[in-house]
């Protein structure tokens, strides 16, 4: 289960101002489910994976994680520039407490990086890098996976390869998704979220969350 109490976030703009992604919102993601997040571009759906993650603070307001909660699938700023793919494998083994030549050895299978995995991260382009972030991810047993679009990256081959080792993880733990792919929600999610205009809402069926967020943006200027 995830927390949500009261969390404001908002950033700057250009031009001066910010933009609001969440406004005291307080709620909560249960366990058992698979959420899919819905917003416009821009609404900030990656930076409210971030707040899950923990990988980025809130204004205001406390998330509440009590569960084993992944950093963001495809999630670049997960690994140090200067280090090679190796090197940070083995650093997340040691932070998460794994097997490290076992995590290693199937991040390097799974990510297909080649002679890369033994070079700097800085040198990767960002789906290398997000090959990376979801190999690593896939090697530790978390209790909730957050996913950012990255079963929509890669080739044909490999997006059906991240799609088969997703669908192996739902089987066995809970997920917090974003994409601007319906088919992907409803393969993947049972509940849905949108976020707009500062506020999080929370539907008990995918379904209906898609189907209110395609008459909001029908509905939208």
Do not use: W
């Amino acid at each position: 289960m995830i927390r949500l109490d009261r969390v404001t976030k908002s950033y700057r703009v250009r031009g001066g101002g910010r933009k609001s992604v969440l406004a005291d919102v307080s709620l909560t993601f249960e366990a058992g489910h698979n959420f899919g997040i819905l917003g416009a571009n821009g609404a900030g759906k990656s930076t409210l994976i971030r707040l899950i993650a923990g990988s980025e603070l809130p204004d205001r307001g406390v998330v509440r994680r009590y569960a084993r909660v992944s950093f963001p699938l495809g999630f670049g700023g997960t690994f140090h520039g200067a280090l090679s793919g190796r090197e940070n494998v083995a650093f997340v083994a040691r932070v998460y407490g794994t097997r490290m030549r076992a995590t290693i050895e199937y991040v390097e299978m799974f990510s297909e990086l080649g002679e890369y995995f033994c070079m700097p991260v800085n040198t990767y382009s960002a789906g290398m890098r997000a090959r990376l972030a979801f190999a690593t991810c896939l090697a530790i047993d978390f209790d909730v996976y957050l996913i950012d679009e990255v079963t929509e990256i890669g080739d044909q081959r490999f997006r059906r390869k991240c799609a088969e080792a997703f669908r192996e993880r739902v089987l066995r733990t809970d997920i917090i998704l974003v994409t601007h792919n319906p088919q992907t929600l409803r393969q993947y999610c049972d509940r849905g979220a949108i976020l707009a205009n500062g506020g999080l809402t929370l539907y008990d069926a995918i379904g209906t969350a898609l189907g209110r967020y395609h008459r909001m943006m029908q509905e939208a200027p």
